[in-house]
């Protein structure tokens, strides 16, 4: 089975930075999509950024671009999310998905990392 698994959250004044990170294993494809997505308390979880696993595609959300950077490892295995000029608006739990069809929506999904972001 696929498993997604997230690590890097924690607590940050407004203006930091962190660096979250999402090891994946069981993959039997090599074409795909990996995303972030984040759910605020009170709200539906919301896209925030992905990346095809060629690399050559990169997507964000308008409220995150310039600030956040969506990468991978070169061993193919882990998708990375840099959080820069952090918001208390960001504060989130925030989960990796993979989508291993283009033609269906993420069909795995980590259990997620909380973010913090105080004033």
């Known amino acids: 089975q696929v498993q997604l698994v997230e690590s890097g959250g924690g607590l940050v004044q407004a203006g930091g930075s962190l660096r979250l990170s999402c090891a994946a294993s069981g993959l039997t494809f090599s074409s795909y999509t990996m995303g972030w997505f984040r759910q605020a308390p009170g709200k539906e979880r919301e896209f925030v950024a992905a990346i095809t696993w060629s690399g050559s595609n990169l997507y964000y959300t308008d409220s995150v671009k310039g600030r956040f950077t969506i990468s991978r490892d070169n061993d193919e295995s882990t998708v990375y999310l840099q959080l820069n000029s952090l918001k208390p608006e960001d504060t989130a739990v925030y989960y990796c998905?993979?989508?291993?069809?283009?033609?269906?929506?993420?069909?795995?999904w980590g259990q997620g990392t909380q973010v913090t972001v105080s004033s």
């Open positions: 998905a993979l989508r291993s069809s283009p033609t269906v929506s993420y069909d795995y």
